[in-house]
């Protein structure tokens, strides 16, 4: 994915932009330093016990008092499916991570995030570590504090003065990228929802542009990734529902959720409706995209070039948007997410919570609910097959096996073994996150015909024949 950037001492940032960074890396640091109270973020989700004596009625069962169950995300396969491979590279430089996040507000807020490495694994490896902390810890970025004293306006005053270039002009503008990303915060609500507090369109830009330059300042930085992260915090849940455990998550019956996704690069990630319609929420963030095109052709139009094969680049880089590649933030590459909002859920409850426009304008498709599952992958899966496809595979392995067997582990194994038979030719990751409609779509297989005819063009026992 991309092509590895040059040297820092040929084509890139310049010598004395490098001594700057170096010069922070060696702990001179003005105040920047830590953004507030670091906290380990959680990866395992805690349940309440649940009686399950004999003759008490499942719908009627109370919390036992014993305490709390806790149990890791990545080792929960019936809610969250996650496999990698490196298909024919050498080695895998993709990375994922589930985690936990409690932010203000006593909320409680499910992480999924998926890396695409190029130049090394060493950016993507940093992220699936510390990205989550970010954004957890981002709130003091978020607050006001004195003009031009503000954590945030230290932040993009170090990308100014120890990057420059593209950066120089994005500080000029600060006030007014700052205002887009906190109106892009207050202008989210509900009718019969009350008090959302949706702080994620600014807290995710800031936490990730902090966690970027975070990593200029290790000692191996030379490498870049893409990321896709998705958030889901649940927004609403019925009194007294049994769900069936006692938590509000989002997977719970009788909740709506709020999905945020966050996304720099060329990952991925597929709604798939309660039909088993997939639907793209991430642009990718390419050259021959118009709107990164426009953005970037303001500074560095002379960047621009088209490779052997016709595909149009910015430098050496496929993207135009990703953590790392520190050579190119100054010509523009930028760790700044494309943000998108959905209200996800029970079907039931979001018709009675929700009126009629809302659930138009707020939902996929406009269906109000009942979605049923999401996929993160990285651009080696969807290279290789369209994203019905990929929705297609994970419903057919279900529809086979079964509530039992046939979980989002299984399912997301046989998405990158599909991959691999079928001649994917970079690493391929692939998360499936179960959804309130898991295992309601309708028996159908949309791309059963064009899979078939893969598999007899790739059959190794007819290759060449």
């Given amino acids: 994915m991309g092509i590895s950037p040059l040297s820092m001492t040929g084509t890139g940032l310049a010598g004395t932009q490098w001594a700057k960074i170096r010069l922070w890396r060696q702990g001179k640091r003005s105040t920047m330093g830590p953004i507030g109270k670091v906290r380990a973020v959680s990866s395992t989700i805690s349940f309440t016990a649940i009686d399950r004596s004999a003759g008490i009625p499942m719908a009627t069962t109370t919390p036992l008092k014993q305490g709390r169950l806790r149990i890791p995300l990545l080792k ?24 936990v996040l409690e932010l203000p507000g006593e909320k409680t807020v499910f992480n999924f995030n998926i890396f695409d490495g190029h130049g090394g694994d060493q950016c993507s490896t940093y992220l699936s570590k510390e990205l ?10 978020i607050e006001p504090g004195e003009e031009g004293d503000s954590k945030r306006d230290e932040l993009a005053k170090t990308y100014w003065k120890t990057i420059g270039g593209y950066w120089k002009r994005w500080y000029k503008h ?50 870049g990734s893409t990321c896709t992260s998705a958030l889901i915090e649940t927004i609403y849940s019925e009194p007294g529902a049994f769900q069936p455990v006692y938590e509000n998550y989002y997977f719970n019956r009788k909740t709506i959720s709020m999905l945020t996704i966050a996304h720099v690069g060329d990952t991925s990630a ?7 319609k997939a639907h793209t929420l991430t642009p990718s963030h390419h050259p021959s995209n118009p709107v990164e095109a426009a953005r970037l052709r ?36 930028t760790a700044e997410p494309d943000i998108t909002q959905l209200v996800i859920g029970d079907a039931q409850t979001i018709q009675s919570e929700m009126t009629p426009e809302e659930i138009k304008q707020h939902t996929i498709g406009g269906l ?22 990929i929705a297609d595979i994970v419903m057919v392995h279900f529809n086979m096996k079964g509530l039992q067997t046939g979980t989002p582990q299984l399912c997301a194994e046989e998405v990158i ?21 898991w295992g309601k779509w309708a028996v159908s297989d949309r791309t059963g015909e064009l899979r078939q005819a893969r598999l007899v063009d790739f059959n190794p026992r007819t290759r060449g024949g």
């Fill in 298 to 333: 303001k500074y560095a139009a002379n960047f621009f070039m088209t490779d052997s094969f016709g595909e149009e680049r910015f430098v050496s880089l496929a993207n135009t948007r990703a953590f790392g590649d520190v050579n190119f933030k100054q010509m523009g590459v």
């Fill in 132 to 141: 989550s902390a970010g954004i957890e810890n981002a709130s003091s970025l």
């Fill in 270 to 276: 597929i709604l798939v409706d309660r039909t088993g």
């Fill in 417 to 437: 073994r599909f991959v691999e038979y079928v001649g994917g030719d970079d690493n391929a990751t692939c998360l499936v996150i179960r959804l309130n409609g």
């Fill in 174 to 223: 600060k006030d007014e990228n700052f205002k887009n990303m906190s109106d892009a915060s207050t202008a989210w609500s509900l009718a019969k929802i009350a008090d959302i507090k949706n702080d994620l369109p600014y807290r995710l830009p800031l936490a990730f542009l902090k966690t970027d330059y975070d990593f200029f300042l290790q000692d191996d930085n030379h490498s």
């Fill in 76 to 99: 929960s396969p019936s809610h969250l499916g996650h496999f990698t491979s490196r298909v024919n590279r050498m080695y895998n430089e993709d990375k994922y991570s589930a985690n």
């Fill in 368 to 389: 109000g609910g009942d979605e049923s599952f999401l996929i993160l992958c990285t651009d080696g899966v969807t290279d290789a097959i369209t994203d019905q496809e």
